[in-house]
């Protein structure tokens, strides 16, 4: 079958630096994306991992690492506003590799 | 970048009314739309693929005759929810990807459903 797996909740304080894993299984595979979603809001795209390695979008990262079907989101000097859920996702084999499966999300918070 | 709109954003209505979504690529084509229902403090349960010209894929345990989709057009799809009940309440996502291929999906800002 497929699924996701990502921690639940993460707590940080501001400026700190905060990784969520995302471990994944699922019927083929064409690359691993990260969304933000704020409460109320719809997802926003944050990054994208097509293949192995680091992908850096500001203070935002995202890393992949397809022969241990893990990856994770790196988020940098922290601040209030990325109070958030955060989802990865992996683009599977159905639909012509355009079906999305999403993980249960990450809510993080961030103190002061 | 590639933008997404959703219509209408929140929606309260009585028991039995039936409600329609709208989703609409703004800025580029898309052959498939997806659309997501997703609960409080949940992730995102794919409901149906929308496939433009043909029929909507659903997902197991989606009702096809309770949530109709239709594609007619490259950047237009439409979410009926039909006979509408307090369990239908829930937070409805349109998504779509300019093409195949290694594209990120796009949201549409979503839809609030409230049956009374």
């Known amino acids: 079958g497929q699924s996701l797996e990502q921690p639940s909740e993460v707590t940080a304080v501001e400026g700190a630096i905060v990784q969520i894993n995302c471990t994944y299984q699922?019927?083929?595979?064409?690359?691993l994306s990260w969304y933000q979603q704020h409460d109320g809001g719809a997802p926003t795209f944050l990054s994208y991992?097509?293949?192995?390695g680091l992908e850096e979008t500001g203070r935002f990262s995202s890393f992949l690492s397809r022969s241990d079907s893990y990856g994770y989101l790196l988020l940098q000097e922290l601040q209030m506003k990325d109070s958030a859920s955060y989802f990865c996702?992996?683009?599977?084999?159905?639909?012509?590799?355009?079906?999305?499966?999403f993980g249960p999300g990450t809510r993080l918070s961030v103190l002061p | 970048g590639a933008v997404v709109s959703q219509h209408p954003s929140w929606v309260i209505c009585k028991s039995g009314t039936s409600v329609k979504i709208e989703c609409r690529s703004l800025?580029?084509?898309?052959?498939?739309m997806f659309w997501y229902r997703q609960f409080p403090k949940q992730s995102l349960m794919l409901m149906a693929t929308?496939?433009?010209?043909?029929?909507?894929?659903?997902e197991q345990g989606v009702e096809k005759d309770k949530f109709l989709i239709n594609h007619a057009s490259l950047t237009l799809s439409t979410l009926t929810v039909t006979s509408a009940h307090p369990e239908d309440s829930s937070f409805y996502i349109c998504?779509?990807?300019?093409?195949?291929?290694?594209?990120?999906?796009?949201f549409g800002d979503g839809t609030r459903l409230s049956i009374l």
């Open positions: 998504s779509a990807s300019p093409s195949r291929g290694n594209q990120p999906q796009h």
């Open positions: 699922t019927s083929g595979f064409y690359g």
């Open positions: 991992n097509g293949l192995d």
């Open positions: 996702a992996v683009r599977d084999s159905g639909n012509y590799g355009q079906n999305f499966v």
């Open positions: 800025d580029f084509q898309a052959t498939t």
């Open positions: 929308s496939n433009e010209g043909s029929k909507a894929t659903y």
